[in-house]
């Protein structure tokens, strides 16, 4: 079965502080890993994403870091801010013809001022 | 505002009753994809419509159908409910195959599912 597993489940940051949050996943053949924000209330919103051919993708604040061979996958978020405050997913697209996601457990990520 | 509708915003039934979300996707997407987020299960992959054909399925129960309409939108259909059925369904769209970022996935607001 085709699982992404996600940690921690919840993260207290301090502003200007490094949020980090980790994904494994259990299957190769996945192809695409994105990131997802999730505020209360609405849909989760793409964040940045990696292809495993890529080890690190950054983009501002947030930095995807790719680790193929240890099937690990993780985010970085630089200067946390208080606006940062929502619920991370990452996910994994099953490879082929499939816009197929597996989504991770979610972290929720707080930035306190 | 990613620019995928979907109605209505909440949706209150009882169980035993049926139910039909309706999605719109982005100008040009050709992809639909159906998921429900609930407390336990996480956001769960339900089903994929690419231009009117069915292209992935993922846990999508027996009592849910879903389809995708020749002007693209797509409604997701749930009958014989329970209350394990309440829930958030998402609707995303993504650009078509072969296209710069058709991977990328473009979640709407969701519908709001609360079986009594």
């Known amino acids: 079965q085709q699982q992404v597993k996600q940690s921690p489940q919840s993260l207290i940051v301090q502003k200007g502080g490094i949020s980090i949050i980790n994904c494994a996943y259990e299957?190769?053949?996945?192809?695409?890993f994105p990131w997802y924000q999730q505020f209360p209330g609405k849909g989760p919103a793409l964040l940045i994403a990696i292809r495993p051919d890529v080890s690190e993708k950054k983009e501002g604040r947030f930095t995807i870091s790719f680790n193929k061979s240890a099937k690990q996958f993780s985010l970085h978020i630089m200067d946390s801010q208080p606006g940062d405050s929502a619920t991370y997913f990452c996910?994994?697209?099953?490879?082929?013809?499939?816009?197929?996601?597996?989504f991770g457990q979610g972290t929720t990520l707080q930035v306190k001022p | 505002d990613s620019g995928v509708t979907q109605t209505p915003k909440h949706l209150i039934t009882a169980t035993g009753q049926r139910v039909t979300l309706r999605c719109s996707p982005r100008?040009?997407?050709?992809?639909v994809y159906w998921y429900q987020q609930s407390l336990d299960q996480g956001l769960q992959f339900l089903i994929q419509y690419y231009n009117g054909e069915e292209r992935a399925k993922g846990n999508i129960l027996e009592r849910f159908s879903a389809q995708q309409f020749p002007d693209l939108h797509s409604e997701l259909n749930l009958s014989s409910l329970e209350l394990g059925d309440s829930a958030l369904y998402f609707c995303?769209?993504?650009?078509?195959?072969?296209?710069?970022?058709?991977?990328?996935?473009?979640f709407g607001p969701g519908t709001r599912l609360t079986v009594l």
């Open positions: 299957n190769t053949a996945f192809d695409y």
């Open positions: 995303a769209s993504s650009p078509k195959r072969g296209t710069s970022g058709d991977n990328e996935q473009f």
């Open positions: 100008s040009g997407d050709l992809s």
């Open positions: 996910a994994a697209k099953v490879a082929g013809n499939t816009g197929k996601l597996i």
